[in-house]
């Protein structure tokens, strides 16, 4: 499969395997965000980007509507923000080997 579509399809899969609610809508809640952190996220990079040890933090950072959970949308941010910075850390010129992802 092509790279990009993998990327996607990831996302979607990620999003779906931690936020499992059995036939209520697809949420992660404090619990879940936690555990996609500590599963998904390995580079500390990442982890400091978004507060991953603090669940608290970032659950207020992402969760936009206030409703104490992280949809989709919600989670896309998430993952749109990772990319940006690493994006910038990147093509930043400082050429740092530690942005490398795990
Ligand atoms: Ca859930
Ligand atoms: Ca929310």
Do not use: W
Not at 60 to 73: A, I, S, T, Y
């Amino acid at each position: 499969m092509a790279r990009l579509e993998q990327v996607i399809i990831n996302i979607v899969d990620i999003f779906m395997e931690y936020a499992d609610d059995e036939g209520k809508k697809r949420q992660l809640n404090k619990e879940e965000l936690k555990k996609l952190f500590e599963k998904e996220i390995q580079s500390d990079e990442f982890k400091g980007k978004i507060n991953t040890g603090d669940v608290e933090e970032a659950m207020k950072m992402l969760d936009q509507n206030h409703d104490g959970e992280v949809n989709f949308r919600e989670f896309c941010r998430c993952v749109s923000a990772l990319a940006r910075s690493y994006y910038q850390s990147k093509k930043g010129g400082k050429k740092d080997k530690g942005a490398e992802p795990q």
